[in-house]
């Protein structure tokens, strides 16, 4: 069974700029989170999607943006980037809850410039 | 909202030695309490999890044991080995809610 596919890998953006993140959850798992990890900071929670809806909600700026396919395929959107945007954006997906047996994509590194 | 609080932020023992990371939550109404390692350059991965109406769990070398009145839970590594050495997380989380986590703990194991 496929695990949790994050593409691309690595970004390089500039202030200013807007990018998509993507995200394919394990086969059969309905709810897709996402976590903005950066040093010393551990994980933040974004936002969780589960049957195309968002479920749950972090404290971040709504300059992030997500959405979630019938197929629960997830993406990710940051506009106006910051520097302070810079990290590893982590998706995580499970079965059905958002918060139990989590699986983990091996995340994008964005660099804002 | 929930705050969890994750001690020691490195910790470094002898291989067989054995390691403890303690963690604090602030909402009692949290019952959901998982632990993730993340190894240096890949994804976090559920290494075990304890719900509020168990105390203690163990699985081979790991174990997590949880006091609700205190409101902390703490993992527990016996004889570790250098394949232990890793960023551990904790989290915790209400009903079927986001998982808080806390800031993470290095553990260098030294052969």
């Known amino acids: 069974k496929a695990g949790v596919t994050q593409t691309p890998r690595y970004l390089i953006k500039t202030r200013g700029q807007q990018v998509t993140l993507s995200c394919s959850p394990i086969?059969?798992?309905?709810?897709v989170s996402w976590y903005q990890q950066t040093p010393g900071q551990g994980l933040q929670f974004l936002f969780e999607y589960f049957s195309e809806t968002q479920r749950n909600k972090g404290n971040f700026p709504g300059r992030f943006s997500g959405r979630q396919f019938s197929n629960s395929r997830s993406e990710m959107n940051v506009s106006t980037l910051e520097l302070g945007d810079s990290a590893l954006y982590l998706c995580?997906?499970?079965?059905?809850?958002?918060?139990?047996?989590?699986?983990f994509g091996s995340g994008t590194q964005l660099s804002v410039l | 909202g929930e705050n969890v609080e994750q001690h020691p932020s490195t910790l470094s023992v002898q291989e067989g030695d054995s390691a403890v990371i303690k963690c604090t939550y602030s909402?009692?109404?949290?019952?959901?309490f998982p632990w993730y390692k993340q190894e240096l350059g890949k994804r976090p991965q559920l290494i075990i999890d304890?719900?509020?109406?168990?105390g203690e769990k163990k699985d081979q070398r790991i174990a997590v044991t949880l006091n609700k009145t205190a409101k902390h839970f703490s993992l527990h590594i016996t004889e570790t080995q250098p394949e232990d050495s890793a960023v551990y997380f904790c989290a915790a989380s209400t009903g079927f809610q986001k998982l808080v986590f806390g800031t993470g703990t290095r553990l260098l194991v030294s052969p």
């Open positions: 995580a997906s499970s079965l059905e809850a958002a918060n139990e047996k989590l699986f």
């Open positions: 909402d009692s109404a949290s019952n959901y």
């Open positions: 304890i719900r509020s109406n168990v």
């Open positions: 086969s059969g798992h309905r709810s």
